[in-house]
């Protein structure tokens, strides 16, 4: 069970808006530490998706945003398209454990 | 352009060893935390260990605590992971990736299957 909560699934039509959360503690989220999260389709490596919060590596479309309020941070994908149809993962790390977290991972479904 | 290559995968027995490597190249890399990363199959990813640039300062799972080691050669490029006293539950693709502690993991390997079973 992961200590930084994602729920496994959400789905949306395309042009939808759709909201990954992604909730932890006092001591990770909640004590300060950015979140990151990535993208990974089937059988291919994770991919930085948003960094420190809300920033976009380069290539990443504007569709894609983040934010960051207590213990949780979101994960917003806009205008909702067939290719973005993976699984998205939160990551922040934590200072009571002195490790870093990943969510359990959200399976986005593009019907 | 950054290139994070493992290696080392393969079959082994329950209470076996195995020991990954990950090449580097593309960036300097005596100047990056990195991380191993392992998702078994059909489930998440699991934060592993992460590695200092120096190599002097190291942090573990504590599921691998005591079992894997995270090491690094800065001359050559290579990140590795000395893994023993594997069980089926270590049946995973192992990632390595750049950077770690509270920094994003920007860069990520393809992933070396490792299959521990009799």
């Known amino acids: 069970q992961s200590v930084l909560t994602q729920p496994p699934s959400v789905s949306g039509v395309p042009g939808q808006r759709v909201t990954i959360s992604c909730t932890g503690s006092?001591?990770?989220?909640?004590?300060?530490?950015?979140v990151h999260w990535y993208q990974q389709f089937p059988g291919t490596a994770p991919k930085l998706l948003l960094f420190?919060?809300?920033n976009r590596p380069s290539g990443i479309s504007a569709r894609f945003s983040g934010s960051k309020s207590g213990t949780s941070a979101s994960l917003d994908i806009t205008g909702l398209q067939a290719e973005d149809e993976a699984t998205y993962y939160c990551?922040?790390?934590?200072?009571?454990?002195?490790?870093?977290?990943f969510g359990g991972g959200t399976k986005l479904t593009v019907l | 352009q950054v290139q994070l290559v493992e290696s080392g995968g393969g079959l082994v027995k329950p209470g076996g060893s195995l020991r990954l490597s990950c090449a580097a190249s593309?960036?300097?890399?005596?100047?990056?935390?990195m991380t191993w990363i392992r998702q078994a199959p059909g489930k998440g990813l699991e934060w592993l260990s992460y590695?200092?640039?120096?190599?002097?300062?190291?942090y573990n799972a504590d599921l691998v605590r005591g079992r894997f080691s995270i090491s690094r050669d800065n001359g050559y490029n290579l990140l590795y992971l000395q893994m023993s006293s594997l069980g089926v539950d270590d049946t995973a693709i192992y990632f390595c990736?750049?950077?770690?502690?509270?920094?994003?993991?920007?860069?990520w390997g393809q992933g070396t299957l490792d299959t521990v079973s009799s």
């Open positions: 990551q922040a790390f934590d200072s009571s454990l002195l490790v870093v977290l």
């Open positions: 006092s001591s990770n989220i909640g004590a300060g530490y950015d």
């Open positions: 420190h919060n809300f």
């Open positions: 593309g960036f300097t890399f005596s100047d990056y935390y």
């Open positions: 590695i200092s640039p120096s190599g002097h300062t190291l």
């Open positions: 990736a750049r950077d770690g502690d509270s920094h994003p993991l920007d860069y």
